[in-house]
């Protein structure tokens, strides 16, 4: 009979816990949604429905539609669009409230009439929306700005003034200002023509790996390489001139023989290199994108990487994302650490197998550090592998004595450094590495800053 009781109890207690929740904590989600959404100004507004955007204000008349991915200037120039630029004016539609509603308003009171201060602007969509507001004077504030729809002018909202700042802007605030258009994926060659000499090179992708064709032919180090093709793909024009004779003369752009040119499948991205301003550290620039003049940061240009430094000095050539595994063995002491995934999927390196070393050694050690290490040790010399020469006695290599292997997640070989003696006189130390039989001089810090035992270089 109690355990009927209980049974009954408990059945009550999820009903009432039921219709609390679909009553009480359901209902009240579902009206203050409702509420925020009367609130908004164009509450039935999507945005991903968005096609078409227009602007009229003090400095003109501005037509963008969406095309594919991207947003396009269709007036008063044929461009594509600042994409964020776009997507903030059609946020502030969808998302701004109506702080405050004015009946019956003088609208000269909030700079509505019109006049030539008023900023008009027109939202299509999809699924056949036509979307009108008229944004008037700022409040004495500025917070907040003055609204109007067209179709009821007998009402005036007041909402967020960074509406009105996003429609108030210069053609261009709305435009493309990246110096290049493609996707560094893709980019197969790379001509630097400029008059430094040392900075004058060209690259070229094969199977993936990208290599210097001139002034000298070698490997080029990848990451140099992307961040070539990322700096003047990020790089954003400070302003933007009309080519006239007078303007390309004044800025040296009219037979301009400096020039960097990048190959995307059969596209060509070529910027040509003008004049430089100390006064406003720029430099000024055409590209065969567009025809304006655009001034960039001069650091884009003076920052060049030279030839000789873009040639790849690794020692190992490795991507440290892709080491999964670090054995290590100096003398008696053995170490095998793995990269090891956490509950939110985040790489940490763990100690799989240590001889012969105590907590507190471990504890200065950082496999993040030894891979880290290893990827920045660019060789001074190269010197190949020789069975005549007694390397024990000439580099201070012992088979097996002192080595760093690194792994994939295959668990495969991505490359073996071994660890000699000092270079005499200098600050270098010898390291070979077995598979590609050569020997090599780098920086003895890079072995140092890994804090190994028993292979501090003095």
């Given at each position: 009979m109690k355990t009927k009781q209980i049974f009954i109890t408990f059945l009550i207690f999820l009903f009432l816990l039921g219709y609390y929740y679909i009553f009480e904590v359901k209902k009240k989600k579902e009206d203050i949604e409702k509420k925020e959404s009367e609130e908004r100004i164009f509450p039935e507004l999507k945005k991903e429905n968005v096609t078409e955007v227009f602007i009229k204000n003090e400095n003109g008349k501005f037509l963008f539609k969406k095309v594919g991915a991207d947003w396009k200037i269709f007036e008063p120039i044929h461009d594509f669009a600042d994409n964020s630029a776009i997507d903030n004016i059609i946020n502030a539609y969808a998302n701004r409230k109506m702080i405050q509603k004015i009946d019956n308003p003088n609208l000269s009171d909030f700079g509505l009439t019109n006049t030539a201060s008023v900023i008009e602007t027109e939202i299509k969509t999809s699924d056949g929306k036509n979307l009108k507001l008229n944004i008037g004077?700022?409040?004495?504030?500025?917070?907040?700005?003055?609204?109007?729809?067209?179709?009821?002018?007998?009402?005036?909202?007041?909402?967020?003034?960074?509406?009105?700042?996003?429609?108030?802007?210069?053609?261009?605030?709305?435009?493309?200002?990246?110096?290049?258009?493609?996707?560094?994926?893709?980019?197969?060659?790379?001509?630097?023509?400029?008059?430094?000499?040392?900075?004058?090179?060209?690259?070229?992708?094969?199977?993936?790996?990208?290599?210097?064709?001139?002034?000298?032919?070698?490997?080029?180090?990848?990451?140099?390489?992307?961040?070539?093709?990322?700096?003047?793909?990020?790089?954003?024009?400070?302003?933007?001139?009309?080519?006239?004779?007078?303007?390309?003369?004044?800025?040296?752009?009219?037979?301009?023989?400096?020039?960097?040119?990048?190959?995307?499948?059969?596209?060509?991205?070529?910027?040509?290199?003008?004049?430089?301003?100390?006064?406003?550290?720029?430099?000024?620039?055409?590209?065969?994108?567009?025809?304006?003049?655009?001034?960039?940061?001069?650091?884009?240009?003076?920052?060049?990487?030279?030839?000789?430094?873009?040639r790849n000095k690794q020692i190992i050539i490795f991507e440290q994302e892709k080491v999964k595994k670090i054995e290590i063995k100096t003398g008696n002491k053995f170490i095998v650490a793995e990269k090891i995934k956490d509950k939110k999927g985040v790489e940490n390196w763990e100690y799989k197998e240590t001889q012969n070393i105590d907590k507190e050694q471990k504890k200065k050690i950082s496999m993040w550090t030894v891979s880290s290490e290893l990827f920045n040790s660019d060789y001074k010399e190269k010197i190949k592998e020789d069975e005549k020469v007694n390397e024990k006695e000439k580099y201070g290599f012992e088979k097996d004595d002192k080595y760093i292997r690194l792994f994939d997640g295959d668990n495969k070989v991505i490359g073996t450094v071994f660890i000699g003696k000092k270079v005499e006189g200098k600050e270098d130390i010898y390291v070979k590495v077995p598979e590609r039989k050569e020997i090599y001089t780098i920086e003895a810090r890079h072995i140092n800053n890994m804090s190994l035992p028993d292979t501090e270089i003095k």
């Open positions: 004077d700022k409040n004495p504030t500025g917070i907040y700005t003055y609204i109007l729809k067209p179709e009821n002018p007998n009402i005036v909202y007041i909402t967020d003034s960074d509406i009105k700042s996003w429609c108030e802007k210069k053609l261009f605030d709305y435009r493309y200002r990246y110096l290049l258009r493609l996707d560094e994926n893709k980019v197969s060659k790379i001509e630097v023509n400029i008059n430094d000499k040392e900075k004058k090179f060209i690259l070229e992708k094969k199977a993936d790996e990208w290599h210097l064709i001139q002034p000298i032919q070698d490997i080029a180090r990848k990451d140099r390489v992307n961040s070539l093709i990322s700096s003047f793909k990020t790089t954003m024009a400070k302003s933007m001139e009309e080519p006239t004779s007078i303007n390309l003369k004044k800025y040296e752009l009219l037979t301009p023989k400096e020039y960097i040119k990048f190959y995307e499948g059969d596209k060509e991205h070529i910027i040509y290199i003008g004049k430089s301003d100390k006064e406003k550290y720029s430099y000024f620039v055409r590209t065969n994108r567009i025809k304006e003049i655009l001034e960039i940061p001069d650091y884009v240009y003076t920052n060049l990487t030279k030839a000789e430094d873009m």
